[in-house]
């Protein structure tokens, strides 16, 4: 069964830092792109970070990047958010999503507020 | 970036119905089209890809299909577990871009 289990969220000051970690089992971790996509309260979905399978590749919107950087640990089948110079709008769940979304984590809260 | 244009934002319904959702791609997006169910207070869950395919375990009341740029997702025979938010996704190109939703509610 696949397992995608989110930590690191909290309330955090604008401008700080956070990071957040997933850790995945129940498949191959390696063989997988892996996502973050997140849903500000009371709204839809924005996807907010790709990373290929090496690592290599990653890919951002314009609303985090620059921001936010989306990394992995294949040895420890994590992936990881740093989230810097966070802002009040980048308040929300953040879910850990394998390839295309085809499974997603239970969420974590990142509230940012001073 | 790829805009997809999500209608309508709110369906009421009665069990027993039948309902289309539909997202039109303001670009080329082929069939890398998704769509999610995402019931209050869990995680979205992956219902169809391939704009027709339907993801394991989803009950086959549920459908999708495309015409052009636009993709629908239809359920036939509404049931109460049926209620909750509809997503659409390109993931043709990044970044990758959700529809803006759709809540489908009882009557």
């Known amino acids: 069964e696949v397992q995608l289990v989110e930590s690191g969220g909290g309330l955090v000051q604008p401008g700080r830092s956070l990071k957040l970690s997933c850790a995945a089992s129940g498949f191959t971790f390696s063989n997988y792109y892996m996502a973050w996509v997140r849903q500000a309260p009371k709204k839809g979905l924005e996807w907010v970070a790709t990373i290929s399978t090496s690592g290599s590749r990653t890919y951002y919107p314009d609303s985090v990047k620059g921001r936010f950087t989306i990394s992995r640990d294949n040895a420890k089948s994590s992936l990881y958010l740093q989230m810097n110079s966070l802002k009040s709008e980048d308040t929300a769940t953040y879910y850990c999503?394998?390839?295309?979304?085809?499974?997603w984590g239970q969420g974590v809260m990142v509230t940012v507020s001073s | 970036d790829i805009q997809m244009t999500q209608s309508p934002s709110s369906l009421p319904a009665s069990l027993g119905d039948r309902v289309t959702i539909t997202c039109r791609a303001s670009q080329d997006i082929g069939n890398y089209l998704r769509w999610f169910q995402q019931k209050p207070g869990k995680s979205p869950r992956l219902m169809i890809y391939?704009?027709?395919n339907l993801a394991n375990g989803v009950p086959s009341r549920f459908s999708g299909s495309r015409s052009g740029s636009d993709y629908s997702l239809t359920i036939n025979s509404l049931e109460s577990e049926d209620m909750a938010i509809y997503y659409c996704l390109q993931h043709n190109e990044y970044p990758y871009t959700f529809g803006a939703g759709t809540k489908l509610e009882l009557k």
């Open positions: 999503a394998r390839g295309g979304a085809d499974d």
């Open positions: 391939g704009a027709t």
